[in-house]
Every structure is written in C-alpha cells, then in structure tokens.
C-alpha cells in the first residue's frame, strides 16, 4: 500500500476543511486563534499521557493525530509546503549538537 506524502495529506485535509466549513484561507480563519488550538491540542495528549490513555482515538496518540491535522490545517491556509522544510530540519539537526549538561544548569 502506497503511503501519501505530507503533501499529499495536507491536500486532503485542506479539501475536508473546504468541505465542513473550517476556512482553507487566512480571511476564513483567525490565524492566532487556530494556534492557540494547535496550542490546546498538545495540552490534550499531555493530559492523556498523565492518565496513561497511550492508545485509540481519544488517547494520547489520537490527540497526537488531532495536533498534527491542526498544524497541516494552518501550514494549508497559510500555503506552507512543510514537506521539504521538514526534510530540510532534518538533514540540518544530523550536523547539530546540543551541549545537554549545558542546557541543564539553566
């Protein structure tokens, strides 16, 4: 089975929100708002982890999902192509080192 693209799953998330209403433009959608809710959905999976519901839909990893369908959602209106950032930020965090100890004492 073929796996979609970030692309490709912006795409449809973006035709679903044409479909129900959600705004697919920057004058549908109040853009501090819609992060304040992309905000509220990784809130919601780390009340899930502390009840340690890991699992379904109203679990962690559900609002795991949730979170990620916001951020595609908005990085749609706001006509981001994340895809080749993202492998970007990969790529770049490969050659990073993060001094732990350092960043601990403060």
Known sequence: MKKNTITEITGSIMQQAEEKGWGTTQVDVNVGEKIALIHAEVTEAFEEYRKNNIHGIDGMDGEMAS???????????????????????????????????KLKKK
């Open 67 to 101: 979170l990620i369908i916001s951020i595609l959602h908005l990085s749609g209106i706001m006509e981001f192509d994340l895809e080749p950032l993202i492998l970007q930020k990969i790529e770049r965090n490969k050659s990073r080192n993060w001094d732990w100890d």
